[in-house]
């Protein structure tokens, strides 16, 4: 399949260093959809012959030079080929009309770069993992249940996109009137942007500096995404998703046969992170009833918030990421 021209940017533009111990291209790959998907490759520095590759992506409106490329590039140093690439509508890949999500599309995201992984010279297409992080981990999820091909899954800080959108943070929204009042503004705002033309934006993080009183994980995301992590092209650090980019997600539910995932699944989730129910009630429900339970493994880390997960290198577990991968990619 031919995939489509995309403008890539050559130069580094990461959020975080560059490391001396790999190395670094960009690569381009097609979905099922026919969207053209913008990936930035890492190898072992004087890497030889077929290695274990790692497909990576998330946060939910974050871009791959973001956290993602932070979390390829250190698996890299592990001896691991990784790819942390940008979903459909996002970051540089392709897909029109901008900033807008789907389970079904971003799930089948992480399928296309199977697909390139298992079809890559350098690669030793039986010994394939994927890490999703924040709303792509419920998406990592998801597509280990669906791709056999999947060895071994790593879920960090995960959102069940699915789940926050129909019942709101916190099940704090989880009621019929709620959802269709949500549902009534977000078809308003279909009909508008069909008679105009033009989608507008929800807003992105809350801008710096953000006042004290709001809740804390709104102060966190902010200084991440405004702060410390921002870059042009992360939604999150910009305009935030098309307004009605997540509508799907209110009546199409991922996760619904993670308890039918055979291959490995390590899911880690900070203690004190706002998100922190999110990963556990996916964790419970993944083993409840499974005869594939000996293969999971839930992994809280004591004190952490949700974005220490992001890019805190003293609280990310990634010694005992590579030890996962290296049990289960064999």
């Known amino acids: 399949m031919k995939t489509a021209d995309l403008v890539l940017t050559e130069e580094w533009d990461k959020t975080f260093a560059k490391s001396d111990k790999t190395e670094h291209c960009k690569v381009t790959f097609i979905n099922r959809y026919g969207i053209t998907l913008a990936a930035d490759m890492y190898l072992p520095l004087h890497a030889k012959g077929k290695l274990p590759a790692i497909a990576v992506c998330g946060p939910f409106g974050a871009v791959k030079e973001q956290c993602a490329g932070l979390y390829a590039q250190t698996m890299a140093q592990r001896g691991f080929l990784t790819l942390a690439f940008d979903p459909s509508f996002t970051g540089e890949s392709g897909g029109e009309p901008r900033y807008m999500a789907s389970p079904d599309i971003n799930t089948e995201d992480f399928q296309a770069a199977i697909d390139f992984l298992s079809t890559c010279e350098r ?106 992590a921002y870059h042009p092209r992360s939604l999150n650090s910009n305009e935030g998703w098309n307004s009605v980019g997540c509508v799907s997600f209110m009546n ?73 991968f290296q049990t289960y990619l064999k």
């Open 123 to 228: 690669v030793d297409s039986a010994r394939i993992g994927i890490i999703g992080i924040c709303g792509w981990g419920g998406m990592a999820l998801n597509a280990a249940a669906l791709d056999t091909r999947i060895k071994a899954t790593v879920v960090s800080t995960m959102y069940d996109m699915s789940r926050v959108n129909a019942k709101g943070y916190f099940d704090s929204e989880d009621s019929e009137q709620q959802r269709y009042e949500k549902k009534v503004a977000l078809n308003h705002m279909r009909t508008v942007a069909y008679e105009t033309g033009e989608y507008s934006r929800a807003g992105g993080c809350a801008e710096l500096p953000v006042p004290e009183d709001m809740p804390f994980f709104v102060r966190d995301y902010s200084a991440y995404y405004k702060g410390r």
């Open 252 to 324: 199409q539910p991922i996760l619904q046969y993670s308890n039918e995932i055979r291959s490995a699944v390590l899911l880690i989730h900070g203690e004190k992170a706002h998100s922190f129910y999110f990963g556990k009630d996916a964790y419970a429900d993944m083993i409840k009833d499974s005869a594939y339970a000996d293969n999971k493994e839930w992994l809280p880390i004591p004190d952490a918030v949700h974005t220490d997960l992001y890019d805190n290198t003293n609280v990310i577990p990634f010694k005992k990421m590579e030890s996962f």
